[in-house]
């Protein structure tokens, strides 16, 4: 069949499995051109590895250090006449590429808060990997089963105590407008915290020590965004924000529990990038478009890999790594930084639909977005049959 992008709103439903292909590639060439690295992790569990963060997370621990990596992810298999979401796909062509370079990699496709789930990759990773040095815990998810109660979860993005009102780009008709969304009640932030909080990151070291597949000096790490004054009101202050809060403190408990295997973890602080989790968030499309224009003109535009490649190297296996008080890794100071924020703020209050193009990126935006589903990467023959069907070997 001829692949083409089939966008509903802030999602794309089908994906391009060569263009998935060749956007894992790029990443792996990135990581690749920045060597050589130090010392690094050897033996990598990476929950949410599919996609966004957790698949440059993964990429950087393959190219970037030569480890051997287990992926979990949740993503829809194709059919001869459906294609698979893109976070399969660039799952195998990950997956082939390290098997390739004759590393271990493999990759558990079920839902991660399960506690099925967690007993599967346990057996893996005793029966062929060895202990865990590094645990990368990068899910975004909007719903949650409890693996006790069964009951489901749903993260809302909302904001706390008052209802907002602000700029919004309506990314199917290019038009900026008005949005407000009203604010969320107790049991939404609630929910909000079980999905995206940290009891399952915990959850997961828990059962991990348990096992005792974790090694000496173990470092575990998951990702969070905090932003500035535009972003506030939907993400830092709201209910996301609240569930985020929970992360910090799920960190401090893990410190503690991990502290006889001489082991760390800490929430790393990452920058606004284009994702399938962040296109669902209200504002960001916009906000991304102007910081990718103020970003770009900076010289210090970056994308997923980029973010990863200097976490590792800066922080998580630095000898002098960017911490802040509260204990967190920071690579979004680009982005935070004060003349950046300036500029972007000014450009918020003049952007129109009239001159959306001309102070904003859109443009990259739409094309970022896009290449999530594997869709306008060089090189890739979209007019050519192509078929949706991947084998892949996932436990
Ligand atoms: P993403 O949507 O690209 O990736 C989410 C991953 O989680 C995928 O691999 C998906 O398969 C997996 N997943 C979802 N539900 C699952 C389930 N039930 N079981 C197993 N796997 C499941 O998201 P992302 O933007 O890369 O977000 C990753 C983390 O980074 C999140 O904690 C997010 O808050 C954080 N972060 C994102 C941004 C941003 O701008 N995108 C910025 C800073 C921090």
């Not at 590639?25 to 010392?39: F, L, R, T, V, W």
């Not at 809060?245 to 990038?273: P, R, T, Y």
Request: negative net charge; charged residues 20%.
């Amino acid at each position: 069949m001829i692949i083409s992008p089939k966008v509903r709103g802030f999602i794309c439903i089908n994906a391009h499995p060569q263009g998935c292909a060749a956007n894992v590639q790029q990443q792996i060439e990135y990581i690749k051109s920045k060597g050589p690295y130090a010392d690094g992790p050897k033996n990598v569990l990476i929950v949410g590895s599919s996609t966004g963060y957790g698949l440059a997370s993964r990429i950087t621990a393959v190219f970037g250090y030569g480890a051997n990596t287990l992926g979990v992810f949740f993503e829809k298999p194709p059919t001869e006449r459906k294609t698979a979401s893109a976070g399969y796909y660039n799952a195998v062509a990950l997956d082939q590429a390290a098997n390739a370079a004759g590393l271990y990699a493999k990759s558990v496709n079920g839902d991660a808060f399960s506690t099925g789930c967690k007993e599967k990759v346990i057996e893996e990773i005793k029966a062929n990997m060895g202990k865990i040095d590094l645990v990368v815990y990068s899910l975004a998810s909007p719903r949650r089963q409890d693996p006790v109660s069964g009951d489901v979860y749903t993260s809302t993005l909302k904001p706390i105590g008052h209802s907002y009102t602000a700029k919004d780009l309506n990314t199917d008709t290019q038009r900026v407008g008005e949005i407000t969304v009203e604010p969320a009640n107790d049991e939404e932030i609630a929910s909000t915290v079980k999905v995206m909080g940290g009891e399952d990151w915990q959850l997961w070291i828990d059962a991990l020590v348990k096992a005792d597949v974790l090694a000496d000096g173990v470092k575990t790490v998951a990702y969070t965004y905090l932003g500035e004054k535009l972003t506030w009101p939907i993400y830092g202050q709201a209910t996301i924000g609240k569930a985020k809060e929970d992360l910090d403190h799920a960190a401090g408990e893990l410190c503690e529990q991990l502290s006889g295997l001489n082991g760390s973890a800490h929430v790393c602080v990452l920058k606004a990038v284009v994702t399938q989790a962040s296109s669902a968030i209200p504002v960001m499309p916009l906000y991304l478009s102007i910081l990718f224009k103020v970003m770009q003109a900076e010289g210090t535009h970056e994308g997923c890999i980029e973010q990863l490649q200097r976490l590792f190297t800066e922080c998580l296996y630095s000898d002098n790594p960017r911490v802040d008080d509260a204990n967190r890794f920071r690579v979004d100071e680009l982005e935070l930084n004060p003349d950046v924020q300036t500029k972007v703020e000014v450009i918020w209050s003049q952007v129109t639909t009239e001159n959306l193009h001309e102070l904003s990126d859109f443009s990259l935006y739409q094309t970022e977005f896009l290449r999530l589903f594997g869709f306008g990467v060089e090189g890739i023959d979209y007019e050519a049959e192509t078929m949706p069907l991947v084998e892949a070997n996932f436990l």
